[in-house]
């Protein structure tokens, strides 16, 4: 199996080495456009094939499909990623066992904390086919394959770690002009939501949120339910940032109530009533999170969530419940 890696690059001079080094023996080609630091000769020093063109108008879809264009048509495996990811070692040994489709995802951590740790981990699809896939979306990109192909999807269990250079990157008015020309776009609509709610601009983030759960009210794609369970944390969220505490109680009461299996959703519920004094009920919310053990693999996982929180959320409701019945 012949395996290739490309992406897009521009002013990454700092995340190349690691980057290469991640990557291992596997070919890398590059799409630089218009970096005016070393990146290109610090990629070339590391292996990889570069090619210096910009994108005009700018559009992330139409970068990607160009890196992928170099990929020479002989290479089997393709897989997408940015110089400032990191693949797990091992991955390729891990890839030769999984892969037997023409789509795949591989599993990102992303958003790290002060700590360390990184924030959330979801599945991504970056790995496909040569021939079979394209990107669509000129902003927060999506890899699909190609009309006419039949999709055989792969889950693997390749891990990428996301280190960017830059937290908060505005990517709204991209976004408004997806939304521009397609007002229904929902999927553009959430994803604005979260940008905006990363950027401190709460109110319009929380006009998104709501627009996006109003243009999916009663939709039934499958992991829709998972996806307003989120936003609805991402309203309560907001709502918190302009203390207006009655919508963000009645926020987190819809998240659980649209996906009772959210161990989110029940995890943020419980934090809330234990500050609010309501122990019995944080610790019912709390165990009700520790039940939830396995997450579908098309949900963003908060992983602080996915951590000790329920647990000891139910420890210190149980303690205060205990200390009132005596």
């Known amino acids: 199996m012949k395996v290739a890696i490309y992406g897009i690059s521009k002013n990454e001079e700092r995340n190349v080495k690691d980057f290469m080094a991640s990557v291992g ?46 990929v020479p048509d002989d290479v089997d495996v393709c897989i997408s990623l940015d110089l400032d990811e990191r693949l797990e070692e091992g991955w390729q040994d891990k890839l030769k ?121 009663e939709r039934p794609d499958p992991g829709m339910s998972f996806r307003c369970s989120i936003a609805w944390i991402g309203v309560a969220q907001c709502a918190f940032k302009l203390n207006r505490m009655k919508e963000m109680q009645k926020a987190f009461l819809f998240a659980v109530a649209e996906e009772p299996d959210s161990r989110e959703a029940w995890t943020h519920l419980a934090h809330l ?20 053990t396995t997450a579908p693999s098309y949900v963003v996982k908060d992983l602080v969530c996915w951590g000790d929180l329920p647990n000891n959320i139910a420890k210190q409701a149980f303690a205060e419940v205990i200390t009132g019945v005596e």
């Not at 990157?169 to 397609?182: H, N």
């Open 25 to 70: 023996d596997c070919p890398v080609y590059i799409l630089d456009t218009g970096s005016s630091d070393k990146t290109v000769e610090v990629l070339r020093d590391c292996g990889a094939i570069v090619v210096s063109e910009e994108i005009t108008p700018w559009a992330f879809d139409t970068a990607r499909n160009k890196a992928l264009s170099y």
């Open 97 to 217: 066992r999984e892969w037997t489709g023409n789509i795949g995802s591989v599993s990102l951590v992303d958003e790290w904390t002060d700590g360390g740790k990184p924030a959330v981990q979801s599945s991504r699809f970056r790995i496909h086919s040569r021939n079979s896939c394209k990107w669509s979306r000129k902003v927060h990109e999506l890899l699909h394959v190609k009309e006419g192909v039949h999709a055989h999807f792969c889950e693997t269990s390749i891990v990428v770690s996301h280190f960017p250079l830059e937290a908060n990157k505005d990517y709204t008015p991209m976004l408004r002009q997806v939304l521009e020309e397609d007002p229904n776009n929902f999927d553009a609509w959430v994803q604005l939501a979260g940008d905006l709610q990363n950027l401190e601009r709460y109110d319009e983030s929380l006009s998104a949120y709501k627009t996006f759960l109003k243009l999916v009210a």
């Open 273 to 292: 009533m234990l500050q609010m004094g309501n122990a019995p009920l944080a610790y019912g919310c709390a165990v009700s999170a520790k039940k939830i």
